[in-house]
């Protein structure tokens, strides 16, 4: 056999025998990401393997996992199992699946470069205490134009407003569990409490009505309810309530619909849990108020409400993220100018199954596009990001932002729990960081904005609750346990 002829055979068949090995090791592979595809994106975004390292994957996430799982062959403690729908899968396919998102995780991920900040000078800082009790315990914060008063609940109930120019401190009403929310429209007021705090599945969460004196609390059971939004979203001159009830493993955004008795009779709009926000907007332009909301837990994403008649609604996913973002807020801003709401989202959220530092926390703004989609044009990195507040504070024109990070790395970038992000260059989404003086003085929590001391400038509020959700240096904690502050004014010096 001449020479060429023989090396070109054994080309030939060293050529087949590694395309036979190579679709043997492809086909696994193919398997294994398929199963990936099938049991972690069925009932939301499949998070990229790359999102987690492989020690939270291996110690935290895949224990999850199967426990929300029926793994047929595998002895599963009782006690452990988690209630509801529960996929079934074979012992081989776990084993695949574990392997595959092993053998593809990270050691660890990457950091991220933390953009250079100045310290605050717009604001000036002013902490005030709410009570004589060191350690701040408070549930919910919002300021109420109408009279000049900022309204806060705690984790005794309590529903207290406070005014800053007599500082004079006022119950409004004592519930018996954390107060998550308030709304007042005209002569109407809705509180929320929460029921159970931590995770759980029964609804002991509760809704009292205000109008002048008489008070009355719904007959509707909750599911642990974060966030009310109270609107009259028909036009018939009564209010309904859009209720989030965030729940654990089950929960709910409902619609409550006053009656003839007085009381409100229910209708669910979506049946998942994670509800945390809603707004209510004309967000087609058709003349009838539609209803924006945030669903967190695993099915991250944000949803509108097209009303199409008399509290009929039409729902459509306009943005979906990954379950370990840790979605937190949204606020709606033409940040543009061109006269359509866009959408600015907080992800950060770490009090979870995946506590690591997460390089995709932060404040992202999506671009309307005018055909009921939204583009994500501008990412700003921030761990542990859980609070966004967008307004003109400069009054250049532009819409300036303030974060607050619930959950930030202490250890290396403590000063991040709070910047204020002045808009330099909106086209080209430059701004300039800005960090507290003192950006430990308390674990911040929530925050909202209004013009607090009649200057005709917006002020920030931010408030505390020292809590131990995720791990902090020993010093902060004591810091913290023996101070007391509970709420800090940034009063705007623009005017």
Excluded at 49 to 76: H, T
Excluded at 156 to 169: H, M, P, Q, V, Y
Aim: glycine letters at 6%; hydrophobic letters at 35%; proline letters at 4%.
């Amino acid at each position: 056999m001449p020479i060429i002829t023989r090396t070109f055979l054994q080309l030939t068949l060293l050529f087949l025998f590694s395309l036979i090995v190579s679709c043997k090791k492809e086909k696994p592979k193919q398997e294994e990401a398929q199963l990936y595809n099938k049991y972690c994106a069925s009932c939301h975004v499949a998070p990229q393997i790359n999102e987690l390292p492989k020690e939270v994957w291996e110690k935290s996430v895949l224990p999850a996992m199967v426990a929300r799982m029926d793994v047929e062959g595998m002895y599963q403690d009782p006690n452990e199992l988690k209630t509801g729908f529960r996929p079934k899968i074979s012992l081989q396919e776990w084993a695949q699946l574990e392997n595959y998102i092993l053998s593809n995780a990270p050691s660890y991920l990457e950091t991220v470069d933390v953009p250079k900040a100045d310290t605050l000078r717009q604001f000036k800082m002013n902490p005030f205490a709410l009570d004589e009790q060191n350690g701040a315990m408070i549930t919910f914060l919002g300021f109420s134009a109408d009279d000049s008063r900022l309204f806060y609940g705690d984790l005794t109930g309590k529903l207290g407003a406070f005014d800053f120019i007599s500082e004079n401190n006022t119950k409004i009403h004592q519930g018996t569990t954390p107060v998550t929310w308030y709304s007042k429209k005209d002569s109407v007021e809705i509180i929320s409490e929460v029921g159970i705090l931590g995770p759980s599945e029964e609804e002991k969460g509760k809704l009292t009505r205000k109008i002048d004196q008489d008070t009355i609390s719904l007959d509707n059971s909750f599911h642990r309810p974060v966030h009310t939004l109270l609107e009259d979203l028909n036009g018939d001159g009564t209010k309904e309530i859009v209720v989030s009830e965030f729940g654990n493993e089950a929960g709910r955004l409902s619609l409550l619909i006053k009656n003839e008795s007085g009381q409100y009779d229910k209708k669910i709009l979506l049946n998942l849990p994670g509800a945390i926000r809603t707004v209510a907007r004309d967000m087609n332009n058709d003349g009838k108020m539609d209803i924006v909301a945030l669903m967190t837990q695993s099915n991250e994403s944000i949803t509108i409400f097209h009303q199409t008649g008399d509290l009929e609604f039409e729902a459509k996913k306009v943005l979906e993220f990954s379950p370990v973002y840790g979605t937190s807020w949204f606020e709606l801003v033409d940040y543009n100018g061109d006269g359509l709401e866009d959408i600015v989202t907080v992800q950060g959220d770490n009090a979870d199954i995946s506590y690591v530092h997460k390089p995709y926390h932060g404040m992202r703004i999506f671009i309307n596009n005018g055909k009921n989609a939204y583009e994500e044009s501008f990412f700003y990195p921030m761990y542990g990001a859980t609070r966004v507040v967008s307004r003109d504070f400069d009054q250049d024109g532009d819409i300036d932002f303030a974060l607050v990070s619930t959950f930030p790395n202490y250890q290396e970038f403590p000063e991040r729990t709070f910047v204020y992000l002045e808009n330099l260059d909106a086209n080209n989404y430059t701004f300039n960081t800005n960090i507290l003086k003192d950006p430990t003085l308390a674990r911040w929590f929530l925050m909202d904005a209004a013009d607090i001391d009649n200057d005709g400038d917006e002020d920030l509020v931010l408030s505390s609750l020292t809590l131990g959700f995720t791990p902090v240096p020993e010093v902060l904690s004591n810091r913290w346990k023996n101070s007391n502050v509970d709420i800090l004014v940034l009063e705007n010096l623009l005017h």
